[in-house]
């Protein structure tokens, strides 16, 4: 596969399997990213293999959406190879992701990054934030993930919030999991938290959340945001967290008020004998590409 960049990788098929899809990068308005990073997970490891799940897993998803009535396929999205990090150090793997997260973003790419684990996320908000300034994030999460360092490095899954906020401000979803010490910190912090217990008790928190944020917006998915009723695939499943449609809700009115210019979906930790997990996750980005391009695609079909 010729890209114009280069970065250690592994060829693992394309989001959609054999659907056609875009197979030249310059022409694609998305490209896919998988990271399989698994290096600072504790509790139940296997994030690695999540990227390749979701891509398998999207291989049996119908590509017409019956809510936007678009098949945003036909927009092109191009999936990159896995990338791959085997570097001594923490650090030397969150330059190469940004490094590349950048040679995406500064091509005008939508970038839908697969982890792997969660700190992943703050070279690519890193990445993005260089070209929009102005730029806030969404997290959807049990986990505040806004430790200082954690097991010896400040690039640990639970610090990844703590690392975005050095780019960007944060706007926090679904949270009910953080230590007395980031209760202690965030305060001083650059960032809203909608607390799982309460959030809603008011029925306009979506609003509330959408408000929050600024015009240009990146959204970062742990799976574990969601109700392991519907997501138990994650290495620490927290009780409550949002519905299918309860993120759709919130995902939907984000990206109609806001900009969206990126996106990851982070630490599905598959099962085996149980793929609707991933089927979930393929079925979570596909929504947010409809929602992100359906209008678009609508209108070129209409010309």
């Known amino acids: 596969m010729n890209l114009p960049f280069e970065y250690k990788r592994v060829a693992i ?6 659907t056609p899809t875009t197979s030249d990068f310059d022409t694609a308005r998305v490209a896919i990213l998988p990271i399989p990073l698994d290096r600072t997970t504790s509790y139940v490891p296997g994030t690695r293999t999540g990227p390749h799940e979701i891509l398998v897993a999207s291989s049996h998803m ?8 678009t098949d945003v396929h036909g927009l092109g999205i191009f999936t990159l190879p896995e990338m791959e990090c085997p570097f001594a150090s923490m650090d030397e793997v969150m330059r ?3 490094r590349v997260a ?3 973003v500064s091509r005008g790419k ?3 990054v697969l982890g792997g684990e ?6 690519i908000v ?4 260089a070209k929009h300034p102005e730029l806030s994030v969404l997290q959807i999460d049990a986990h505040a993930d806004l430790r200082d360092s954690f097991m010896g490095t400040p690039h640990n899954h639970a610090c990844a919030m703590r690392r975005v906020l050095e780019y960007a401000p944060c706007t926090q979803v679904g949270i009910r999991s953080l230590s007395a010490e980031e209760a202690a910190a965030v305060p001083a912090l650059n960032t809203t938290i909608f607390y799982d217990w309460n959030m809603r008790r008011d029925d306009d928190w979506i609003a509330r959340v959408v408000d929050s944020l600024s015009e240009t917006v990146y959204i970062t998915i742990d799976c574990d945001g969601l109700d392991p009723a519907i997501m138990p695939a994650v290495g620490t499943p927290e009780p409550g967290g949002l519905s299918w449609y309860e993120a759709l809700r919130l995902l939907r009115r984000v990206i109609a008020s806001r900009r969206v210019v990126g996106c990851d979906i982070v ?5 085996p004998g149980n793929v609707a997990p991933n089927f979930l996750c393929a079925k979570l980005l596909y929504k947010i590409l409809s929602y992100r391009f359906g209008k678009e695609m609508a209108s070129k079909i209409d010309r």
């Not at 890193?126 to 934030?129: E, H, I, K, S, Y």
């Not at 630490?267 to 099962?271: D, K, Q, R, S, V």
């Open 126 to 129: 890193g990445a993005v934030a």
């Open 96 to 98: 190469e992701i940004r």
């Open 102 to 104: 950048a040679e995406i």
């Open 62 to 69: 119908e590509l017409w959406d019956e809510e936007t009535e």
């Open 118 to 123: 969660h700190s992943i996320t703050p070279p």
């Open 13 to 18: 098929g394309e989001f959609g399997g054999t």
């Open 110 to 112: 939508f970038p839908m």
């Open 267 to 271: 630490e599905l930790c598959p099962m």
